[in-house]
């Protein structure tokens, strides 16, 4: 998936809603790649210069490869890259405050420091 994420195109919507679904993913199952993909998260945000509009409502994910062909279907909340920072703030609130601050934004950055600063406090994080 990590791979297939890396292909999207660079400054679209979509690589912002693959590396923020990645990264959430792997935040919530503590998967160590969390970080990686939290990084790529954040890259793909300063490339698109914060919320690209066609990550807006893109609820809907077409998928292809040689053998086969799938949609997802993904509920809003999904695909909101503060969701990601959030996640990651559970394991490590320091790290994902550092990655969120990374995001050039300003409220890109601002939503996804705030979802940090609100995983940490609810009690999910270590403390630092």
Same mark, same amino acid.
Request: proline share 2%; net charge negative; glycine share 6%.
């Given at each position: 998936? $990590? %791979?297939?994420?890396?292909? #999207?195109?660079?400054?679209?919507? *979509?690589?912002?809603? /693959?590396?923020t +679904?990645?990264a @959430?993913? $792997? %935040?919530?199952?503590?998967d #160590?790649?969390?970080w990686?993909? *939290?990084?790529?998260? /954040?890259a793909? +945000?300063?490339? @698109?210069e914060?919320?690209?509009?066609d ?10 490869? /040689? ?10 909340e999904?695909t909101?890259p503060?969701e990601?920072?959030g ?5 490590d609130?320091?790290?994902?405050l550092?990655e969120?601050?990374?995001?050039k ?5 601002a ?14 994080g270590?403390a630092r």
């Amino acid at each position: 998936a $990590a %791979a297939a994420a890396a292909q #999207a195109d660079r400054g679209t919507g *979509l690589r912002v809603v /693959a590396y923020t +679904l990645l990264a @959430a993913s $792997a %935040a919530r199952s503590e998967d #160590a790649r969390a970080w990686e993909l *939290l990084t790529e998260l /954040a890259a793909a +945000l300063n490339e @698109a210069e914060g919320r690209p509009e066609d990550a807006e409502g893109c609820a809907e994910i077409k998928v292809e490869t /040689a053998e086969n062909a799938f949609c997802l279907q993904l509920d809003e909340e999904f695909t909101q890259p503060e969701e990601a920072f959030g996640a990651a703030a559970r394991l490590d609130p320091a790290r994902a405050l550092a990655e969120a601050r990374s995001i050039k934004d300003h409220a890109t950055r601002a939503l996804s420091l705030i979802a940090a600063a609100r995983a940490a406090t609810a009690g999910g994080g270590a403390a630092r």
